[in-house]
């Protein structure tokens, strides 16, 4: 049985996504304390200029030592609207924006108040539109796992989408690859908008090489 432990993180990278792609079941772990400069409450997308952070914000700052299931959002500044403004302005003429577009926006519509119901939302937004399976649990209490149990909390940071590759060692289209080169690992929206349904081919095909950008 292949399990993985995961943090709640928003519209997850592409290797989180080869990751769980086949997997048993996946841990999601709300009890563990929020880690700043992590992707716990932000993702990465591609735009004319190079690569774009969008990240949500926190109501006590991104300094707090609290358990993911108690940190908060902060609403007075209206993330949820500059965040989709960005991506439609982005990637307003990808191949299939226009086929995911209408449903998104009406995730960006909700009222979120917690960083983990934001996060398991764009999770299950991703899980339906790409057919991407895997049972999920929720851990309400932290605990230390053991091998063979892959644990991602620790290790899983931001990196490898910060420097981008020539573009012929793109594995799918990616906007502006040729005026940027290609972006590894960045939300699997990118990949979504480009590719559409070849998703999990793309996954499955490229997983050698997804499993490099960890």
């Known amino acids: 049985m292949r399990q993985i432990v995961s943090p709640l993180i928003p519209f997850p990278n592409i290797a989180w996504w080869q990751l769980v792609n086949g997997c048993d079941e996946v841990i999601f772990d709300h009890a563990e304390h929020f880690a700043k400069m992590t992707y716990r409450n932000r993702y990465y997308i591609t735009g004319a200029n190079g690569l774009i952070q969008l990240t949500v914000p926190l109501a006590h700052g991104r300094n707090q030592r609290t358990a993911m299931q108690d940190v908060r959002i902060d609403n007075k500044e209206r993330w ?8 439609f302005s982005v990637y307003g003429r990808a191949p299939y924006f ?5 449903v998104l926006e009406k995730l960006f519509n909700q009222k979120f108040d917690d960083l983990v119901t934001f996060n398991h939302a764009t999770i299950q937004w991703l899980k339906k539109e790409t057919g991407i399976n895997f049972n999920e649990t929720a851990a309400s ?15 899983f940071r931001p990196g490898t989408e910060k420097k981008s590759l020539p573009a012929e060692e793109a594995i799918y289209y990616q906007l502006f690859s040729e005026r940027n080169g290609f972006y590894p690992n960045l939300s699997l929206l990118d990949m979504l908008f480009s590719e559409g349904p070849a998703v999990k081919t793309i996954l499955a095909q490229h997983g050698n090489t997804i499993q490099q950008w960890y």
Do not use: G
């Open 98 to 102: 226009e086929h995911y577009a209408p």
């Open 141 to 155: 209490t932290f605990k230390q796992y053991e091998s063979p149990v892959v644990d991602l909390r620790a290790n």
């Open 80 to 87: 949820q609207v500059q965040h989709w403004r960005t991506i």
